[in-house]
């Protein structure tokens, strides 16, 4: 399974963007790219996918590099709701392999 | 969004007795299941993977005896956790895949297991 790079955590203020990198250097030609995030003793959460262009949903926004190896999950406003630990997956067929994901603080 | 539900949702038992833990999906039938655990602070562990009507498949490390699972039918798969023992004390996390044009995977709540 591809491996993602992730930093251990971030900070930021609310109603500020949130930007979260992720490195996936060996991703392959169909794997898909997948954010779930998990709040403390809960499953996780969708958030987004994509598999070449940006995209775009309520949650957030997905953007792809242009050849594949890192993308950026961002929230455009982020509430204090939105803590939690990112992570970034990449799906081959069907099973989602987490890595350490990112845990992200939020201020008022 | 689908929804995926966890039965019980907190769970303690006596070493050496056996859990059992369900995994629904209420409103659409999985294709597939999978189920994972997480220590605290860790991440999720993908343990194993199962399709309606046949094995389970097991990722490396993890005892197929040990951990039992039974998917049979498409909206319940069940994990046994046979003679627990503290170290098995975790997290205890079920997703639901399907397939409607694009690929989706849902999970749910979780299911915290203490063994004392």
């Known amino acids: 399974d591809a491996k993602t790079t992730q930093p251990n955590s971030m900070e930021s203020n609310e109603e500020e963007p949130v930007h979260l990198p992720c490195n996936h250097s060996t991703i392959s030609g169909t794997d898909y790219i997948h954010w779930y995030r998990q709040l403390p003793s809960q499953g996780p959460e969708y958030v987004i996918h994509g598999l070449t262009s940006n995209v775009n949903n309520r949650m957030a926004s997905l953007a792809i590099a242009e050849d594949r190896k890192s993308s950026t999950l961002i929230l455009h406003r982020a509430t204090l709701r939105d803590a939690a630990v990112y992570y970034c997956?990449?799906?081959?067929?069907?099973?989602?392999?987490f890595g350490t994901g990112t845990r992200l603080l939020v201020s008022p | 969004g689908a929804v995926v539900s966890q039965h019980p949702s907190w769970v303690i038992c006596k070493s050496g007795t056996s859990v059992k833990i369900e995994c629904r999906s209420l409103?659409?039938?999985?294709?597939?299941m999978f189920w994972y655990r997480q220590f605290p602070k860790q991440s999720l562990m993908l343990m194993a993977t199962s399709n309606e009507g046949s094995k389970a498949t097991y990722e490396q490390g993890v005892e197929k005896d040990k951990f039992l699972i039974n998917h049979a039918s498409l909206t319940l798969s069940t994990l046994t956790v046979t003679s627990a023992h503290p170290e098995d004390s975790s997290f205890y996390i079920c997703?639901?895949?399907?397939?409607?044009?694009?690929?989706?995977?849902?999970f749910g709540p979780g299911t915290r297991l203490t063994v004392t």
């Open positions: 409103d659409f039938q999985a294709t597939t």
């Open positions: 997703s639901a895949g399907r397939t409607s044009g694009i690929y989706e995977q849902y």
């Open positions: 997956i990449l799906r081959g067929f069907q099973k989602l392999v």
